[in-house]
């Protein structure tokens, strides 16, 4: 059918950056580049955006501190993002019963995002007062890079896989666009 549309699901902070933690977006960085790039292109191909709630916005506001996956890996976080994605999860399905007019291309993530990540999350084993760790620089700085989805995209590819939905899953990158469509 020639008006078939393509869709994509998106992390919300792809389309709004001010749901990041302060000074997250203050400067030119490579995502931010690659968000204006990746933008740019889906508007030139006509694909067609649905933005993901922000887990993290939505329970800790705009005036919240950085998070490790750990923090968010417990039952009440997991719980919360199933309710916020029930109603995405039904949309997806409700797109691919009508796939003759629309192809559900994927979903695009923002790596080392602790509710996010695709390829690799924000890991520290954090806890507890930091008013009393004698050296809070030195405890901050146990943070690291960890080859793991983030905790929002564990639950939404647990929650589309429950109702036989398999989509493809990318990080934002330069090639965010090309990866999926080498796969499709």
Known sequence: MKNKK????????????R?????AVEFETEEE?????????????????????????????GRRWGHSSEQFDNPFFR???????????????????CAERVEV?????????????????????????????????????????KEAMGIFMQVLKEMLEEEGIILRMVPLTERTLEELEDEN
């Open 6 to 17: 393509k869709l994509l699901l998106v992390s919300h902070c792809i389309l709004n950056v």
């Open 19 to 23: 749901a990041k933690i302060q000074y």
């Open 33 to 61: 580049r690659n968000r204006k790039a990746f933008l740019k292109k889906v508007i030139e191909e006509d694909i067609q955006l649905m933005q993901l709630p922000c887990p993290e916005f939505l329970m800790y506001g």
């Open 79 to 97: 719980r919360q993002a199933r309710k916020m994605l029930e109603d995405i999860v039904l949309q997806v399905k409700e797109y691919q019963n």
């Open 105 to 145: 291309l994927g979903v695009v993530g923002i790596n080392g995002s602790p509710s996010c990540g695709i390829g690799y999350t924000f890991s520290a084993d954090w806890g507890g007062e930091l008013s009393s760790q004698p050296n809070l620089e030195a405890y901050l700085k146990k943070g690291e890079r």
